[in-house]
């Protein structure tokens, strides 16, 4: 697995943590756009918006760029791979299959149930 800095990596997560700045991504994911266009769906501040993107942008997720008087906000894929790539070196691990755990359990059940 490829080694990244814990920092790095817990500041991508705990950026992700939070549901405003997820969705932050997800509209960052269509298109650039200012700050301004990036607070005019939420019910906060501009100012709070601003903590937002500052975290995200201290987390390598997003870039800002200035445009004469407007600041424009970027996805930055660096970022979202460093923390894609960490989570992939436990892909070796299988998924869980449900259905055959259910069925380990009603089989238990009935089991159980017989004694």
Same mark, same amino acid.
Do not use: N, Y
């Given at each position: 697995?490829?080694?990244?800095?814990?920092?790095?990596?817990?500041?991508?997560?705990?950026? *992700?943590?939070?549901?405003? &700045? &997820?969705?932050?991504?997800?509209?960052? *994911?269509?298109?650039?756009?200012? =700050?301004?266009?990036?607070?005019?769906?939420?019910?906060?501040?501009?100012?709070?918006?601003?903590?937002? @993107?500052? =975290? @995200?942008?201290?987390?390598?997720?997003?870039?800002?760029?200035?445009?004469?008087?407007?600041?424009?906000?970027? @996805?930055?894929?660096?970022?979202? &791979?460093?923390?894609?790539?960490?989570?992939?070196?436990?892909?070796?691990?299988?998924? =869980?299959? @449900?259905?055959?755990?259910?069925?380990?359990?009603?089989?238990?059940?009935?089991?159980?149930?017989?004694?």
């Amino acid at each position: 697995m490829p080694s990244f800095s814990p920092d790095r990596l817990d500041l991508i997560f705990a950026a *992700l943590a939070d549901p405003t &700045r &997820r969705r932050v991504l997800s509209m960052l *994911l269509e298109d650039d756009m200012a =700050v301004s266009d990036v607070a005019h769906p939420f019910d906060m501040s501009l100012a709070a918006i601003s903590k937002h @993107l500052s =975290v @995200l942008a201290a987390a390598g997720l997003i870039r800002q760029e200035r445009r004469g008087r407007i600041t424009w906000c970027m @996805l930055d894929p660096d970022g979202m &791979r460093a923390a894609s790539i960490w989570m992939q070196g436990f892909g070796q691990f299988d998924p =869980v299959d @449900l259905d055959a755990f259910e069925r380990f359990l009603e089989t238990e059940m009935q089991e159980w149930t017989k004694e």
